[in-house]
C-alpha cells in the first residue's frame, strides 16, 4: 500500500473528501507564500532605501503588493481548478480566462505603480541634490507611459479572451472618425497640451502672462485638457490649451535682467550742475552691485520739459527677482536724490508762471511763478 492510498484510507475513515484537503493545501500554501513573499519585498526594500540610486528601490516598492495579488489569483485558480475536477460544473470553465485577465491586470497594476513611485523618488532625489530637472517634460513622459500601459494591458486582455486584435483596432479607427467629431474640442485641447510639452514656452512654476487675454500668474499645472494658473491673488485659472495656439504668451521667468528705465527732473535753476548730477548717475550705476553694468547701460540729459530739465536712467539689475529687483531699483533712485542735494540741486516739479500784463499796484509790471 502506498502512501496516497493510505491518506485516502484515512481521510475516507473521518469522512473528508480528498479534494477538499487538496483545495485547503492549496490555499494554505498560497497563504504562506504570500506572506513569505511580503516579508522578503519589505526586507529588500529596506534594503535598497540605504542605497544611493532610486530605481532600484522604486521597482521593489512597486512589487509588493501586485506580486502578493498575482499569488493570491494563481492560487485561488488553482484550487478552483481542483473543485471544477471534482464538480463538473460548467461555470467554472470561466476560471481560465479570468485568472489570465486577473494576471494581466496585475503586471499592469504593477508597471502603473513603478512609474509613479519611480517620478516620485526621481524627484525628491532631484531636489535633495539641488538639480534642475524639466517638469512639464517629465510629466508628459509619465503620462504617456501610463496610457501606453493602459492601452497594452487593454489589448492583451482582449486577446486573451479570444477577441482579435485587428478587429478591435479596426472598429476604433471607425469609431475615431466619429469621436473625432463629436469631441473635436476635447482633441483640440490635446494636441494643444502635446504642442505646449513639445514647444515647451513655460514650465510648471513659472510666471506667465498674456497680453492678448486677462491672464497673468503662475503656471501650477500642465494637463492633457487643460493648463491651471494660480493668478496673484491665489485665485486659480483653468485654461483650455487649445487657447495657447491663438494668444501670444510672455514668460517673464525667462528673462536675463530686469529693466530699470526712469525720467527724473531737476529745476531750470540748476542747469548748471546737470552735467555733473548725470556724470556721476552713471559712475554710481556703474559700480552699484545690483546692476549689471555689462549689458546696455546709459544716463543722458534728453528734454527741456515744460517744467523741467529731464535726463533719464536705462540699465538693468542683475536679478530677475520681483522683490529683490524693486528693492535694487528703490536703493537706486534713492542714490540719486542724494547725488542732487549734494550739488545743491532740487527736484523739480510741475509749475507755471503768470504774467500780470498791468503790472503790481505801484506801476509795476511783474511775473509771479505759480507752482501746483
Given at each position: 500500500m502506498n502512501g496516497t492510498e493510505t491518506v485516502n484510507r484515512v481521510l475516507d475513515t473521518i469522512g473528508v473528501e480528498s479534494w477538499v484537503v487538496?483545495?485547503?493545501?492549496?490555499?494554505?500554501?498560497?497563504?504562506?507564500?504570500?506572506?513569505?513573499?511580503?516579508?522578503?519585498?519589505?526586507?529588500?526594500?529596506?534594503?535598497?532605501?540605504?542605497t544611493p540610486g532610486v530605481w532600484d528601490e522604486s521597482f521593489v516598492e512597486a512589487l509588493g503588493p501586485p506580486l502578493r495579488?498575482?499569488?493570491?489569483?494563481?492560487?485561488?485558480?488553482?484550487?478552483?481548478?481542483?473543485?471544477?475536477?471534482?464538480?463538473?460544473?460548467?461555470?467554472?470553465?470561466?476560471?481560465?480566462?479570468?485568472?489570465?485577465?486577473?494576471?494581466?491586470?496585475?503586471?499592469?497594476?504593477?508597471?502603473?505603480?513603478?512609474?509613479?513611485i519611480a517620478e516620485t523618488n526621481f524627484i525628491a532625489d532631484r531636489q535633495a541634490k539641488g538639480e534642475a530637472f524639466d517638469r512639464a517634460t517629465l510629466d508628459a513622459i509619465v503620462k504617456l507611459l501610463r496610457l501606453s500601459v493602459m492601452i497594452t494591458a487593454f489589448l492583451v486582455a482582449l486577446q486573451t479572451l479570444g477577441f482579435s486584435?485587428?478587429?478591435?483596432?479596426?472598429?476604433?479607427?471607425?469609431?475615431?472618425i466619429a469621436v473625432g467629431f463629436a469631441a473635436k474640442d476635447l482633441l483640440a485641447n490635446f494636441f494643444g497640451g502635446l504642442m505646449l510639452y513639445l514647444d515647451r514656452p513655460f514650465a510648471v512654476g513659472d510666471w506667465i502672462r498674456s497680453p492678448d487675454r486677462s491672464i497673468e500668474g503662475t503656471v501650477e499645472r500642465i494637463?492633457?485638457?487643460?493648463?491651471?494658473?494660480?493668478?496673484?491673488?491665489?485665485?486659480?485659472?483653468?485654461?483650455?490649451?487649445?487657447?495657447?495656439?491663438?494668444?501670444?504668451?510672455?514668460?517673464?521667468?525667462?528673462?536675463?535682467?530686469?529693466?530699470?528705465?526712469e525720467t527724473i527732473g531737476i529745476r531750470y535753476d540748476d542747469a548748471a550742475v546737470m552735467g555733473a548730477i548725470v556724470a556721476e548717475v552713471e559712475t554710481m550705476l556703474r559700480a552699484h552691485e545690483g546692476v549689471d553694468a555689462d549689458n546696455f547701460l546709459m544716463v543722458n540729459f534728453n528734454a527741456f520739459a515744460p517744467s523741467s530739465l529731464d535726463f533719464f536712467i536705462y540699465c538693468y539689475t542683475r536679478t530677475r527677482a520681483w522683490a529683490e529687483y524693486h528693492q535694487v531699483k528703490q536703493d537706486v533712485l534713492l542714490r540719486i536724490i542724494g547725488i542732487i542735494d549734494r550739488h545743491g540741486a532740487e527736484i523739480a516739479f510741475p509749475t507755471?508762471?503768470?504774467?500780470?500784463?498791468?503790472?503790481?499796484?505801484?506801476?509795476?509790471?511783474?511775473?509771479?511763478?505759480?507752482?501746483?
Open positions: 487538496q483545495v485547503f493545501v492549496a490555499v494554505l500554501a498560497t497563504a504562506v507564500l504570500a506572506f513569505t513573499a511580503r516579508r522578503f519585498v519589505a526586507r529588500l526594500h529596506a534594503a535598497l532605501a540605504r495579488a498575482f499569488i493570491w489569483i494563481a492560487g485561488i485558480a488553482f484550487a478552483v481548478e481542483i473543485i471544477q475536477e471534482e464538480a463538473g460544473a460548467a461555470i467554472f470553465e470561466a476560471v481560465d480566462p479570468i485568472r489570465d485577465v486577473g494576471l494581466i491586470a496585475t503586471l499592469a497594476w504593477f508597471a502603473a505603480r513603478f512609474i509613479r486584435i485587428s478587429g478591435v483596432l479596426a472598429f476604433g479607427g471607425i469609431g475615431g494637463g492633457w485638457r487643460q493648463t491651471i494658473i494660480r493668478g496673484f491673488d491665489t485665485r486659480p485659472l483653468y485654461i483650455p490649451n487649445s487657447a495657447f495656439a491663438s494668444i501670444a504668451v510672455e514668460n517673464p521667468s525667462r528673462m536675463h535682467n530686469r529693466q530699470i528705465y507755471s508762471t503768470l504774467h500780470i500784463a498791468g503790472g503790481l499796484p505801484g506801476g509795476e509790471e511783474s511775473t509771479i511763478p505759480n507752482s501746483r
